[in-house]
């Protein structure tokens, strides 16, 4: 080696003081000092944290809640209302839960749930102490960053530990797990989570919430749904699928990932899911409404129960059947709608400004159209365009409707020049449309107009259908047992009831002649009534003059036999004596009832002189099945009898003649079966539309009027309004039910072309009343002449 080479040891130091050998080993001996100094740091760091969690231990241990909501695990389910045939009808309470044993939550379920929360659910001892680590790390870069939840940890969370995001209740939370997993097996704590977790739409628990979300069982879902489902405990409100469905698909196609990397599902089953489109139920998706039936069984339960009716998981079980159920829903609504579109338009429900720009309308429109949501077929919508031919919506959907011709026809007064500003249809008006079996839209209004239908099963009292009113939501007042009502006409038949123990027959004749009463007969002022139809047809048979309805006989009939008698008489259907005062006015009608008190009475007649208790409840049992309480539908017997068999069998006959030929004589022209009795009923004024009638396996009322009584119309009646809505309830109800042919009991005869008590034949019984009255006679030509001569002066 050359003298001149420069030993490396030796080289010149570099401009800026590279160091020297000496400086060098001053460094090395820096680092390995500095190097111990952080060794025994971390050393004494870890012995830091073991005194720490030692000191955590041995003082907040001691002081962790007892578990036993979790060893005995009771979570708030609310009161579920079941129809006879097991439809869902309805549930009360702060929560919507359905809890489901862990070995009934199907597997694809656990695992989409393991997947997105907790993989190693099964592996751990209740803490993922290397998400805790990391958790730590990002907790002190952000003290609200928060991650490494187990589930066990979620379950301390969620029943015994705040919200509150500190490390404190971090430390907590995992010192309760490490106790929980001490005292519950993983299944137990896993059913725990899968019934307690809150996952939006008020639903706690996965079996609700596939309901909810889904409208099926949990049983029932597939890859995809348990996917999306497991991803609402992240968020609730940040990924609810019908609300943010495009964050909620993001989250449910990660989960998909997870479970297929985890190996819960196939590769094959991984594709499939990600490529299949979710069907959601929509909060108007209801399958049965029911909602007045609900809401008389929830009053029921909480009468026995009190508040531990929301929580205790209490079903009730009622008589209603769920297809009869939607058949007096829909029948009694279109009824009502019916009316409605006769009535003169009141005007829109608001109005509103609508931007100028077309990209804009939309959001609008949906912001508007939330405080006037859509009541089942009758659909809010607001108008874009108005012209008195043609006017175009917008729907809550967002879709555009186009409505000409008829379907203008109910507004047309909303859209004359001389449209006052409440009532004119205009651009950003809210408005209603209905649309038709052919898909013909038609501008209309929410009725005023309410109605009520029953229908009871004569032969055991069981309810089959309740429909309280035209909607739930507007009016929670149940008409069928709250509201009281003049019957008019309808009650007509329990005067001739009376009648028949007092010797009238079918056959006896009564005179359909003018009455005049004073102040002193009728117990008010001065009474003059007239017939429906203003005219009087002089001397007829009791069965014609029902079929026709006619006034002045049933007044006659209870002239004769005693308004006294035929108050007490009519107790035995139920009715209360003082609410049907004794004076002659009782003779049409003009006491007060209930539609429930109409139909217990006629269910009389039906069922051979039987007054049987409307049911309701069935059973009531807690959430694992166990009877509470239950009450049988029990057959008929002898002590229910008010009726001889021989009168209900002859009314029976009277009120079939109403149906086949008198003033309900479209029900048996429509529904072809012979086995049809009833009656209709129009009070004073037309205040009030009635239709009381029955086949002899199940009798339906129906009520039509105002709730501050007002006129319906001059031309409204019983026969119009009721009969048409009880027509096509029971065509769905009577569907497959066998003719009925009554035999006749022993004691009636027949004479004279009608049935009758034996004893009454050949004029044996009265054979006639009031026949020396006049009847006015129609004028003659001269005369009708003459009046139109006074008139025209």
């Not at 020297?20 to 944290?49: I, N």
């Not at 017939?531 to 006034?551: H, I, R, V, W």
């Not at 809505?725 to 042919?741: H, K, N, S």
């Given at each position: 080696?050359s ?7 030796r080289a010149p130091?570099?401009?800026g003081g ?15 000092l500095?190097?111990?100094?952080l060794?025994?740091l971390?050393a004494?760091?870890?012995v830091?944290?073991?005194?720490v969690a ?6 907040a ?6 578990i ?5 695990y009771?979570?708030?389910l ?11 009808l ?11 044993p862990?070995?009934?939550i ?8 393991l997947?997105a ?7 751990h001892?209740g ?6 680590a ?5 907790n ?13 940890m ?13 490390f404190t ?6 010192l309760?797990a ?16 899968m ?13 609700a ?5 889904f409208?099926?069982k949990?049983?029932?879902v ?7 489902l ?7 409100s ?12 993001l ?7 997870r479970?297929?990397?985890?190996g819960f ?8 899911a ?31 129960y009190?508040?531990?009716t929301?929580?205790?998981?209490l079903n009730a ?9 939607m058949?007096?829903y829909?029948a009694l ?10 009535r003169?338009?009141r005007?829109?429900?608001?109005y509103?400004d ?16 939330s ?11 607001v108008?874009?365009?108005?012209a008195?031919r ?12 186009t409505?000409t011709g008829d ?20 651009r950003g ?9 052919k898909?013909n839209?038609?501008l ?5 107009v ?5 229908a009871?099963?004569p ?6 259908a ?14 069928v ?10 009650f ?5 009831s009376?009648?028949l ?5 079918p056959?006896t ?5 003018p ?19 203003g005219k009087?047809?002089?001397p ?5 003059a029902l ?22 008489w ?33 269910g009389?007649f ?24 239950e009450?049988?539908l ?14 209900a ?14 003033t309900?004589a479209?029900?048996?022209a ?5 086995d049809l ?10 205040m ?6 029955y086949q ?10 105002y ?15 009721a009969?048409?809505v ?11 039910v ?5 035999l006749?009991?022993p ?5 004279e072309g009608?049935w009758?008590?034996e ?5 044996a019984?009265?054979?006639?009343v009031?026949l020396?009255?006049?009847?006015p006679?129609a ?15």
């Amino acid at each position: 080696m050359s003298s001149s080479d420069p030993s490396p040891e030796r080289a010149p130091a570099p401009s800026g003081g590279a160091s020297t050998p000496r400086s060098r080993r001053s460094f090395g001996s820096l680092l390995l000092l500095m190097l111990a100094w952080l060794a025994g740091l971390a050393a004494a760091a870890v012995v830091g944290v073991v005194l720490v969690a030692g000191v955590a231990l041995a003082v907040a241990y001691p002081q962790l809640p007892e578990i036993a909501s979790l060893t005995d695990y009771r979570p708030k389910l609310p009161l579920r209302v079941f129809s006879s045939d097991g439809v869902l009808l309805g549930e009360f309470g702060e929560e919507r839960r359905n809890f489901t044993p862990i070995a009934q939550i199907p597997q694809v379920m656990k695992n989409a749930v393991l997947a997105a929360e907790d993989a190693r659910f099964y592996e751990h001892g209740g803490v993922d102490y290397k998400g805790v680590a990391r958790a730590a790390i990002e907790n002190l870069r952000d003290a609200r960053s928060q991650g490494a939840s187990t589930i066990t940890m979620q379950v301390a969370r969620n029943f015994y530990l705040s919200t509150e995001k500190t490390f404190t209740r971090k430390i907590y939370e995992i010192l309760l797990a490490l106790k929980i997993e001490r005292q519950l097996s993983k299944d137990q704590i896993l059913e725990a989570y899968m019934n307690q977790i809150y996952l939006g739409q008020r639903a706690n628990g996965f079996a609700a919430a596939s309901e909810i979300y889904f409208g099926k069982k949990l049983a029932d879902v597939n890859i995809a749904e348990a996917a999306m489902l497991a991803g609402l405990p992240k968020a609730p409100s940040a990924y609810n699928p019908i609300a943010n469905p495009k964050r909620a698909t993001l989250r449910q196609r990660y989960i998909i990932e997870r479970m297929f990397e985890n190996g819960f599902i196939t590769e094959a089953e991984h594709d499939a899911a990600l490529e299949q489109k979710l069907h959601y139920r929509t909060p108007s998706d209801v399958a049965v409404h029911a909602e007045y039936v609900a809401e008389q069984v929830r009053q029921l339960v909480f009468a026995q129960y009190g508040e531990e009716t929301y929580t205790r998981g209490l079903n009730a079980w009622v008589t209603i059947d769920s297809a009869q159920q939607m058949a007096a829903y829909r029948a009694l609504r279109r009824g009502l709608m019916d009316y409605e579109l006769k009535r003169v338009y009141r005007g829109p429900e608001a109005y509103i400004d609508l931007p100028a720009d077309p990209a804009l309308v939309d959001a609008r429109v949906a912001e508007a159209l939330s405080d006037h949501p859509d009541n089942d077929d009758l659909r809010s919508a607001v108008v874009l365009e108005a012209a008195p031919r043609k006017v175009v919506a917008m729907l809550q959907s967002g879709d555009t409707i186009t409505v000409t011709g008829d379907g203008l026809k109910p507004v047309t007064s909303g859209l004359s020049d001389k449209a006052g500003p409440k009532t004119e249809i205009r651009r950003g008006a809210v408005v209603r449309a209905l649309q038709d079996a052919k898909g013909n839209w038609a501008l209309t209004q929410l009725p005023e107009v309410e109605g009520a239908l029953v229908a009871v099963d004569p032969r055991t009292g069981a309810l089959r259908a309740m429909v309280g009113g035209f909607d739930f939501g507007k009016n929670k007042f149940n008409h069928v047992t709250q509201a009281w009502r003049q019957p008019g006409s309808s009650f007509k038949p329990f005067i001739y009831s009376a009648a028949l123990e007092k010797g009238f027959t079918p056959a006896t004749v009564v005179n359909d002649a003018p009455l005049f009463f004073d102040a002193s007969v009728t117990g008010s002022q001065p009474w003059e009534p007239k017939n429906y139809d203003g005219k009087f047809e002089g001397p007829m048979t009791l069965q014609t003059a029902l079929a026709k309805s006619k006034n002045m006989v049933s007044i006659r009939i209870l002239q004769s036999i005693g308004a006294p008698y035929a108050q007490q008489w009519a107790t035995r259907f139920g009715f209360e004596p003082e609410r049907h005062p004794a004076y002659l006015t009782m003779a049409l009608g003009a006491g007060s009832v209930t539609p429930l008190q109409m139909a217990t009475a006629y269910g009389v007649f039906a069922n051979g002189g039987y007054r049987v208790t409307p049911v309701l409840v069935t059973r009531i049992t807690d959430v694992k099945g166990r009877v509470l309480q239950e009450t049988h539908l029990k057959p008929r017997d002898e002590s229910m009898r008010v009726l001889d068999e021989r009168n209900a069998f002859v009314m029976g006959t009277l009120l079939q003649n109403v149906a086949r030929a008198g003033t309900a004589a479209r029900a048996q022209a429509t529904l072809k079966r012979p086995d049809l009795f009833g009656k209709t009923g129009t009070t004073n004024d037309s205040m009030d539309a009635w239709f009381a009638g029955y086949q002899p396996t199940l009798v339906a009322v129906v009520w039509i009027g105002y709730d501050t009584p007002k006129k319906l119309g001059d031309r409204e009646t019983g026969g119009g309004r009721a009969l048409p809505v009880w027509i096509e309830y029971m065509q769905t109800a009577l569907r497959g039910v066998p003719v009925f042919e009554p035999l006749a009991p022993p004691g009636v005869v027949q004479a004279e072309g009608v049935w009758m008590y034996e004893e009454n034949r050949n004029g044996a019984g009265v054979s006639s009343v009031g026949l020396g009255d006049a009847v006015p006679q129609a004028p003659t030509s001269e005369e009708r002449k003459t009046i139109l001569d006074l008139f025209n002066r």
